[in-house]
């Protein structure tokens, strides 16, 4: 089978996503193209040599709709004979992205792949795409639907993490995404955005808060306990399921919940032939992927069994990775991890995670790759594994090690 390497990972900073957000004037299409562009200059990339250009993008309406990595490859000017696949895996989408591109290069699809994603939340809003999952009355009945919110405090509530354990959690994903920061750990994956002037509009993650501590933490009120316990009351929706919950901690607010974020990012990656043709050095190799489905109600678990599975699939043990980024959509998710594994938080997002940076929902899930990547390339340790908590309840994985 042909190996698949990762030669080359950049994204973009991440801007606030609100209307006041740096990167709000900037189109879905140019932010995508922007990430495409810095991965083809770096790289001195012929793009007619790229068998695919693979992007997740979770919010596929308005100007996100319409298969947008085909439109980004346009917009960027690359060969018209690169085509272009816009996938939906929720909050993996950018991590199915990679893991797609990885497997068909493997598989022998192609020699070369650039795979990544982009959201524009502060343009197109989370969920502004409807969907069954939601709102047909069989599907959300069935599968015991509550909005993520509440299924997280529902974890929380479960596996016995409180309002401290997730804000203390919190606190410390600010301080190591603004040590990250200052130490210069993303200099060499984090592109300027620029207008059309060249002048920089965004060069740093805009949306951490390096001086969020508890007390600040602790005065925000839990953002899902309204709809929970009044107004729809989910919680007696999440007790029909789980009866042996007798009331849900409402744990979870915007201090311990990850950002809404604008973002895009892109990946290289290919076979070592075409590495050699073209004169790339790979930085890893894409070790292993994997996906699962979970129970959908208290649907962010998905990390646990997604990370049994694609350990036991490659003949792995926990004590075989060294670090690991784990998708902090809510404190209880990585938290949950830990528990599960016993691994220790030093190895666990240790530069932080989407609590303190964001959560583009179609990129983050190939930024965390890069930020596993850039991890090991900073410790100088060999193997690192990325995954996600999936709406709908499901998980995602990806091993990467060092060459």
């Known amino acids: 089978m042909t190996e698949a390497y990762i030669y080359d990972a950049v994204r973009s900073p991440r801007g606030k996503g609100k209307k006041d957000g740096s ?28 068998e695919d250009v693979i992007m997740g993008c979770v919010t596929g309406v308005a100007e996100q709709g319409a298969c947008l990595a085909r439109s980004a490859v346009l917009y960027a000017g690359w060969d018209e004979s690169t085509p272009g696949l816009h996938i939906n895996r929720f909050c993996a989408s950018g991590m199915e992205a ?12 192609g020699d070369l792949y650039v795979a990544g994603g982009v959201e524009m939340m502060s343009r197109v809003p989370m969920a502004s795409d409807g969907g069954a999952l939601a709102i047909d009355p069989y599907l959300a009945m069935g599968s015991y639907f ?42 060499n994956s984090v592109f300027a955005v620029k207008d059309q002037n060249g002048i ?27 709809m929970g316990e009044t107004m729809p009351g989910f919680d007696n929706v999440m007790k029909l399921r789980y009866p042996e919950v007798e009331k849900v901690n409402h ?51 998905g990390p646990v069994p997604v990370t049994e599975k694609i350990l036991k699939d490659n003949g792995m043990q926990i004590g075989d990775i060294d670090v690991f980024e784990v998708n902090e959509a809510f404190a209880a998710v990585p938290l949950l991890f830990m528990q599960h594994f016993d691994v220790d938080h030093s190895v666990v997002n240790p530069n932080g995670g989407s609590i303190a940076m964001g959560h583009p929902l179609g ?17 100088g340790k060999e193997t690192a594994l990325a995954t996600l908590c999936v709406a709908g309840g499901m998980g995602a994985a990806t091993i990467i090690e060092k060459v």
């Not at 990167?23 to 790229?50: G, K, P, Q």
């Not at 509550?146 to 600010?174: C, M």
């Not at 951490?208 to 933490?217: E, F, K, N, V, Y």
């Open 98 to 109: 990679v893991n797609l591109a990885a497997n068909q290069v493997r598989g022998g699809g």
């Open 363 to 379: 990129a983050t899930g190939a930024m965390i790759i890069g930020a596993a990547l850039d991890e090991l390339d900073r410790s």
């Open 23 to 50: 990167l709000h004037e900037v189109t879905s299409v140019r932010m995508a193209a922007n990430a495409l562009n810095e991965i083809r200059d770096r790289n001195n990339l012929d793009t007619a040599e790229v």
């Open 200 to 226: 920089t509009i965004l060069d740093h993650d805009e949306f951490i808060r390096p001086g969020a501590d508890m007390q600040s933490l602790g005065a925000l009120k839990a953002s899902f306990k309204d």
């Open 251 to 301: 744990v979870h607010h915007a201090g311990n919940s990850s950002g809404i974020v604008d973002g895009s990012t892109a990946i290289l990656i290919g076979s070592k032939e075409i590495g050699d043709k073209l004169g790339l050095k790979p930085r890893a190799r894409i070790k292993a992927t994997a996906k699962i489905g979970s129970e959908p109600a208290i649907m962010l678990t």
């Open 146 to 187: 509550a909005p993520q919110g509440v299924s997280a405090d529902l974890i929380a509530t479960k596996y016995g993490f409180s309002r401290d354990d997730v804000d203390a959690y919190a606190v410390e994903s600010q301080k190591r995404a603004a040590k990250a920061w200052e130490d210069g750990v993303f200099a």
